[in-house]
Every structure is written in C-alpha cells, then in structure tokens.
Nanobody, 128 residues
Framework: LRSAAGVWGGLVQAGGSLRLSCAASGFTFDDYAIGWFRQAPGKEREGVSCISSNDGTTYYADSVQGRFAISSDNAKNTVYLQMNSLKPEDTAVYYC?????????????????????WGKGTQVTVSS
C-alpha cells in the first residue's frame, strides 16, 4: 500500500481539511476492507475509518464521525480519506491498511493485528 497526503502535506490548522490517499499495487481490492488506523505518541492505535470494496459501505470511529469521509475508486485501487474540521487531537501518524474478508466493518478497530497489508505511516499534524 502506498499512502500520501494532500498538496499541503500533513500540516494543517485546526478547522482545516486534509485528504489522505491509499493506493494498492500487486493486488485488487476485491473483498477487502481498506482504511486507516492512527497512532499518536503514547496513545493506543485507533481504527479511524474503513470502506468495503464490495459494496462501498463505510465505518467511522466515533471520534471522527461527521468530520471524516472515506471513499474509494476501485478502478484505481485507491481509497481516500477526506478529513474535515480537523482538531489538534487528530494529530497522529496515519496508516492505511487492508484486510480481506472482514466480517463486519465495525470490527476494524479490533483487527489491527490481522491486517493483510500495511502502508507507510503519514504524519498528520493539526495546530491549534
């Protein structure tokens, strides 16, 4: 998995927006859940959001619900995470990941150790 931030990188002010992308190569997104985890120093890794490649259903952690939006372009094997109304507490390293056959998207947060693929972390810093 290859991940990237928007044109302004991962540095934004509180209330701002940023889009992350995650592209897969070497495999297709068929029957996969793809999304992001994040981890801040001294904090537990948190499942942020994921999307089903099969039907486009989505999952969001409570902490980002209503502010983030995940979408996918299966033709490009790419998933996007649009992050809006960013808060300083969103500051973390964001990791895209994918797992095949996740039985329920809401389990994303608990399956971090079972991911089939991981991308490199992207530092997102939100200033107050």
């Amino acid at each position: 998995l290859r991940s990237a931030a928007g044109v302004w990188g991962g540095l934004v002010q509180a209330g701002g927006s940023l889009r992350l992308s995650c592209a897969a190569s070497g495999f297709t997104f068929d029957d996969y859940a793809i999304g992001w985890f994040r981890q801040a120093p001294g904090k537990e890794r948190e499942g942020v959001s994921c999307i089903s490649s099969n039907d486009g259903t989505t999952y969001y952690a409570d902490s980002v619900q209503g502010r983030f939006a995940i979408s996918s372009d299966n033709a490009k094997n790419t998933v996007y995470l649009q992050m809006n109304s960013l808060k300083p507490e969103d500051t973390a390293v964001y990791y895209c990941a994918a797992v095949q056959g996740l039985p329920q998207l809401s389990l994303w947060n608990w399956y971090s150790y079972g991911m089939d693929y991981w991308g490199k972390g992207t530092q997102v810093t939100v200033s107050s």
